[in-house]
């Protein structure tokens, strides 16, 4: 409603991406969505501002991240909304250095950093701090080429004067965004045994064979609610399987 997308398949993989953060931690694997501006004025911020609503336990949207907030947001399970990458890459090169090197281990199951902490007693300890967790990166410019290929690329587009959308307005949808947020958290809760059965079955799919092995890694979990949606839909719908599985191929430039 509130997004212009040339392309329909895109709010499409969203929308799953959004329901896996309800059920990832049963995932090896979960993607990160990097939504990519070529310009300013696409819609980037508004899409991570309803991304924030709409995800489990999400942040608000961060700029300036550092890396120790990074992996401590991470642990307790929330789901990252990084903006503004580019800018920390010229800002500070360690600390972008850092945070790439936990983007590059955050987006599997047991993906940890080990860090020393000082207890009360004034004693230090190394502490391994999980930064498994979805996460939604946005920026202008490339990402480390580690970081890119652990993604799933957004292209936004400014639309034109005759491409209309709805203005999305907060303080008059909050009833509407609560409700979904209530109703996608409970299909998460009845759902997620369903959906891992699927997931845990998927040796390999068929039309994602010509792909590389760490893009099936995180298309899998997509496949695995696209499938499990499919079977829930009434006799004469269309499902949503074959949408993902196209995008899936063009994203990986098959």
Not at 23 to 50: H, M, T
Not at 96 to 105: D, F, K, Q, R
Not at 186 to 194: L, T
């Amino acid at each position: 409603k509130h997004l212009y997308y040339k392309d329909k398949r895109y709010p499409l993989l969203i929308a799953t991406w959004v329901l896996g953060t309800y059920v990832y931690p049963s995932f090896k694997y979960y993607g990160y969505l990097w939504v990519n501006s070529p310009a300013r004025r696409c819609g980037k911020s508004l899409l991570l501002d309803i991304l924030t609503h709409l995800c489990f336990n999400a942040t608000s949207r961060l700029s300036n991240v550092t890396e120790a907030s990074i992996f401590r947001l991470a642990d307790t399970g929330k789901t990252l909304i990084i903006d503004e990458l580019e800018n920390l890459r010229g800002e500070d090169k360690d600390k972008y250095g850092a945070v790439m090197s936990i983007l590059n281990a955050g987006f599997q199951s047991d993906g940890k950093v080990p860090r020393v902490e000082k207890s009360k007693k004034g004693e230090f300890r190394v502490v391994d701090f999980n930064v498994f967790c979805p996460k939604v990166l946005a920026g202008i410019n490339r990402l480390a080429d580690t970081v890119e290929d652990r993604c799933f690329k957004i292209p936004m587009t400014r639309k034109t004067k005759n491409e209309k959308v709805q203005r999305f307005n907060f303080k008059r949808q909050a009833g509407e965004i609560e409700e979904l947020r209530e109703q996608i958290h409970a299909w998460g809760q009845s759902k997620e045994g369903h959906i891992i059965e699927i997931y845990n079955a998927i040796d390999e799919v068929e039309k994602l064979a010509s792909l590389d092995d760490r893009f099936k890694d995180i298309s899998e979990p997509l496949v695995a609610i696209a499938c499990y949606a499919d079977a829930e839909i009434d006799r004469g719908e269309v499902g949503i399987l074959p949408d993902i599985i196209s995008l899936l191929l063009d994203m990986a430039g098959k």
